[in-house]
């Protein structure tokens, strides 16, 4: 399908936004620069990202002081979790000047498909999901291929475990097949004195980031973990019973037993349209024994024979579940 042919008025208002834009990066940039001649703003100093707004962000000093800063205009956009290199203005505000290198980066696409980072230098992606509402397996092998694709360390926590039945329920029966694929799971409740023990053990001395369905509890857990900071909590749905999203800008919090913690927006369905069928398949981990040994090179696992994929499947050393999951996230990347 050919693109849609701008009018001659249309092209004119798109070219003078562009050049209104430019004009005024430039003038800000020459201001920074005329401010940091004339000694304005103090020496260069290590931060890291607590918030960002637009290019507006809420760096932390290293003594623990938060300061509202902008980015230079040769800056590229920055996200909570970033180390930077700042100096601070007379006015406890500053300047961003630099951007530390990204050990780690979570990215997702936005709604026109263009892949946008989330946060930046953490060490594990705790996946919750809980008795409500519905998890939905699909979803959370989704997280853990994104997961997977960008080198985080997936943790799968079950929230809410009070609700289930006292033999567990199929939601036991879910982590423990994800246990035996050698995924870490944590389970927890925020009733209870010692409901979150293993969470916290779990988050110590690490940069974590919640992930998951809405209304399954990360900002109550969030509450709960670190009492003394005011987190946004609304309820279910009881309409839909899926919660609605109270949490708008990611915030980075410090653990009190040590680590750093990222609330982001929660999110109902996370996008890989950016991911390769490719890169969708080393997803599943449980797949690595069985890829290339394929009879066809180009084997799509479908139907093909001597595929090894489905061999394994009807061995049971794959599970079908996991492999229809598998087969439903591939359709999707076709139909995006």
Not at 248 to 257: E, K, S, V
């Amino acid at each position: 399908m050919s693109k849609r042919k701008l009018s001659r008025q249309q092209q004119w208002r798109i070219e003078k936004v562009q050049a209104e834009r430019t004009k005024r990066a430039e003038k800000r940039e020459t201001q920074d620069r005329d401010k940091l001649d004339a000694g304005e703003y103090g020496p260069e100093q290590h931060g890291r990202v607590i918030a960002h707004y637009g290019r507006s962000l809420e760096v932390e000093s290293e003594s623990g002081s938060l300061h509202r800063c902008h980015l230079r205009a040769n800056l590229e956009t920055l996200v909570t979790g970033d180390r930077v290199i700042w100096r601070e203005a007379s006015d406890a505000s500053g300047v961003v000047v630099a951007r530390g290198a990204r050990t780690t980066e979570l990215e997702r696409p936005d709604m026109r498909g263009v892949l946008k980072p989330v946060a930046a230098n953490i060490d594990q992606i705790l996946i919750v999901f809980a008795a409500e509402p519905a998890p939905q397996p699909n979803l959370i092998d989704r997280y853990l291929i994104a997961a997977e694709a960008t080198g985080i360390t997936p943790v799968l926590v079950l929230n809410k475990v009070d609700l289930l039945p006292e033999s567990g329920g199929e939601l036991r029966d879910l982590l423990a097949r994800y246990e035996a694929l050698g995924y870490e799971v944590v389970a927890c409740t925020t009733r209870g004195e010692s409901g979150l023990d293993a969470l916290k053990a779990q988050l110590s001395d690490r940069t974590s980031v919640f992930v998951g369905q809405s209304g399954v509890g990360k900002s109550s857990l969030i509450g709960m973990l670190l009492p003394r900071e005011e987190v946004r909590v609304g309820p279910l749905s009881a309409e839909s019973r899926q919660g609605m999203h109270t949490t708008t800008t990611a915030w980075l919090y410090h653990m009190p037993d040590g680590g750093d913690l990222i609330d982001s927006p929660g999110i109902r369905e996370f996008g890989l349209v950016h991911l390769t069928p490719e890169q969708v398949t080393d997803g599943f981990r449980e797949f690595h024994d069985y890829l290339g040994y394929c009879r066809f090179r180009d084997c799509k696992h479908e139907k093909e024979p001597g595929c090894a994929l489905l061999q394994a499947v009807d061995n049971g050393e794959i599970g079908r579940a996991r492999f229809e999951s598998y087969k439903k996230i591939l359709l999707s990347l076709t139909e995006s």
